[in-house]
């Protein structure tokens, strides 16, 4: 039987992994990525030894990704953040962050009933089916099942952390709260030497079992066969036709819709994605001005900071003195469960 042709479109880590799986499962495949480079948001830059990601990247150990990778045998190395060292930052000073009963009961940013409600409610977290929230946003969750102003602050900001969203009024509360739900269950893994390891480790995988990986090559439209919806392949730029059984796009919202032009589901998807915009900051430091402060999440405005090389080897001989901050300003109006699309 003649193998499956596929065209994947986006060599970002989702384009990736898919063209890997299915060469893997007997597929022909061929991806077709517009930049010179493989990655994506999944790049890392090394500057003076210091290994920088796109903006902070933390690998939820309970999510998807993770099982994924696993299943191409790609085994992350890494470090989980220490639960010591960290702090709510309120109007510019540190305070003990509650991780756990003794860092609640001894923090200050939270009144005794304020305790009691996040102890309520973090208790009851792995317990809520998510998948029945509907269309209920972020914000009403927060309102309806907390009655204190400090216990709701700190739950917005767990859940500002883990989503990258900070516009609450939007943020579906069933994709927030299963975020927070992984998060909690099993924390996240910062990638020793960045993200652009699982990138080299995935498209070697993908190399191995015969997909072939095109840089410089931008699709400009999804063929159809005439008269039907049938795939015919994928055009470049400059016109030449590619065939194909069937084609994986692996792009944003935007990018997507575009080379379905005529698709109004995709037309609405994109028009109604609005992305989340994020200013990040990142440092390489000889030493840390407090080496016992690593990781800082704001109670009164969406941002946070967060010393990665403390957990992961991402600055030079191994040291700890690479560390990163940033600030976002999330918005988003889907409640679909694309927390991160970022
Ligand atoms: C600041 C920041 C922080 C993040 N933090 C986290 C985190 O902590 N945890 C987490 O799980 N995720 C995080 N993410 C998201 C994560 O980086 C992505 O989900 C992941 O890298 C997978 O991306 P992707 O493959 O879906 O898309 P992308 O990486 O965006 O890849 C899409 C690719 O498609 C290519 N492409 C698009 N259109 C075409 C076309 N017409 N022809 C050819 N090529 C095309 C693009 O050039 C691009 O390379 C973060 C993202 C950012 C920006």
Known sequence: MQAMKVAVVGGGLGGLTTAALLARGGCEVTLYERSKHLGGRARTTEVAGFRFNLGPHALYRAGAALRVLER?????TGGVPAQTGSHALVAGRLHTLPRGAVTLMTTDVLSLAGKLEVARVLAGLARIDTQTLGALSMREWLETRLTRKDSRALIAAL?????YCADLEVLSAGAALKQLQLAIAANVLYVDGGWSTLVDAVERVG???????ELSARVDAVVLQEGSERVEGVRLVGGAVRGADAVVLAGSPADVAALLPGDAVLAREAREAVPVQAATLELGLSALPRPEALFALGLDGPWYASVHSAAAKLAPGGGRWCTWRSTWVGRTRRRASRSWKP
């Open 207 to 213: 190399r191995e079992a015969g997909a072939r990986l």
């Open 72 to 76: 191409l045998g790609v085994k992350p």
């Open 159 to 163: 859940i500002r952390v883990s989503t």
